[in-house]
């Protein structure tokens, strides 16, 4: 029960994480606002690690962890060109799915089968996270092709990996484990600009919503790590992707966007999976 909770706590922020950073992309550079927020949770979970004074990381956690900072990023890249280039109909849904293939799967494997109830809530909560990440369609979604196809599939193995070493290497830790995380997608970012020649610091109008939504991805990334430690991969991993939902909610609460009614049938099959995963 706890693993849903804290899974279901991190799907919450890191959808309020992302509403943020949807705010700051309005007034600067996507890439701008990735590096800054990166470097904000790096800062503070430094400054979280002096603190707590958790025993540093073994070398094959440490390894794990870096390396899933860098898919991180990556996929987060990858996602906003997918969202540049290609439908937005298409990327959200196929990345935020993709995503949460390979946990279930090694999930399964290595911790056995879920249970029936359980994984009729996965499929509930596919086809949520499928609706909920599908804005209103508009004239110019059409046919889709393999084009449109490759940049979602590759961000949402991206994502997917990310999920997977971070859950691997962080057993036991909490901090240290975000913090390698954490050095490793700001330094990913920091090459990715510079090799770029694009402006390391966005506009100042931007940086309050770039702090915040560094902070809350720092915590969604802290309350994902507590719900695999607490329960099983799989589930905390489900449970996590459902973070298009606190997005669709946040901006129809706040900038009074419309939720179309796939979106709202998504959220209902959403709430009936948590129930499912509790049962």
Not at 63 to 75: D, N, Q, R
């Amino acid at each position: 029960m706890l693993s849903i909770l804290y899974g279901l706590s991190s799907a919450i922020v890191w959808g309020a994480a992302d509403f943020c950073g949807g705010l700051a992309s309005r007034k600067a550079r996507a890439s701008q606002a990735v590096l800054l927020g990166e470097a904000v949770g790096l800062a503070l979970l430094l400054a979280a690690a002096t603190i707590i004074g958790e025993p540093p990381l073994p070398l094959a956690s440490l390894l794990m962890c870096l390396a899933a900072g860098a898919m991180g990023v990556l996929g987060l890249l990858l996602f906003f060109h997918a969202l540049a280039k290609g439908k937005m109909t298409v990327a959200a849904p196929i990345s935020a799915l993709t995503a949460t293939i390979l946990p279930v799967a090694l999930g399964s494997a290595l911790e056995g089968f879920p249970g029936w109830l359980t994984f009729a809530g996965f499929g509930l909560a596919l086809a949520a996270i499928w609706l909920i990440s599908r804005p209103a369609e508009g004239p110019g979604n059409g046919r889709v092709g393999l084009k449109d196809l490759a940049l979602p599939l590759i961000a949402g193995v991206s994502f997917g990996v990310y999920l997977v070493l971070i859950d691997r290497g962080s057993q036991g830790l909490l901090v240290w484990p975000m913090v390698a995380s954490r050095t490793a997608g700001t330094l990913t970012m920091l090459v990715y600009v510079l090799a770029r020649r694009e402006r390391l610091l966005p506009v100042r109008k931007a940086w309050p919503f770039i702090v915040l939504n560094g902070l809350l991805d720092v915590s969604g990334n802290g309350l994902y790590i507590l719900a695999g430690q607490a329960g099983r991969m799989d589930v905390a991993a489900v449970l996590a992707s459902l973070y298009p939902g606190s997005t669709v909610l946040l901006a129809w609460l706040l900038l009074h966007e419309k939720i179309t009614r796939p979106q709202f049938v998504g959220i209902l099959l959403a709430l009936a999976a948590i129930i499912l995963m509790t049962i």
